[in-house]
Nanobody, 123 residues
Framework: QVQLVESGGGVVQAGGSLRLSCAAS????????MGWFRQAPRKEREFVAA????????LYADFVKGRFTISRDNAKNTVYLQMNSLKPEDTAAYHC????????????????WGQGTQVTVSS
């Protein structure tokens, strides 16, 4: 079992930055592909980014390329999402996910989910 706790969300003006963190516990963190997803009201959950076990390979949704960076610190059992140049359309609850065996966009491939942290970008 893996427990995931996100933090770092908040309210920011368009063009601003936020850094999300996801602290993992429960089993060997370094064995999991980790991902970030987001869900806005009345919309489906969508893939944002994923990172492989050692942190050297990443995958991004097209709409965040060049603005967001995913990283991980296996010694701290934590994965991060640095978000720059935020836009109002980035407003959503951001969820950390774990348990996928490969870098993949499909949420069904991830077995463990955090409760989410809200990001609100004002125009």
């Amino acid at each position: 079992q893996v427990q995931l706790v996100e933090s770092g969300g908040g309210v920011v003006q368009a063009g601003g930055s936020l850094r999300l963190s996801c602290a993992a516990s429960g089993r060997t963190f370094g064995s999991d592909v980790m991902g970030w997803f987001r869900q806005a009201p009345r919309k489906e959950r969508e893939f944002v980014a994923a990172i492989n076990r050692d942190g050297y390979v990443t995958l991004y949704a097209d709409f965040v390329k060049g603005r967001f960076t995913i990283s991980r610190d296996n010694a701290k059992n934590t994965v991060y999402l640095q978000m720059n140049s935020l836009k109002p359309e980035d407003t959503a609850a951001y969820h950390c996910a774990a348990g996928a065996s490969v870098l993949i966009r499909a949420p069904t491939a991830y077995n463990y989910w955090g409760q989410g942290t809200q990001v609100t970008v004002s125009s």
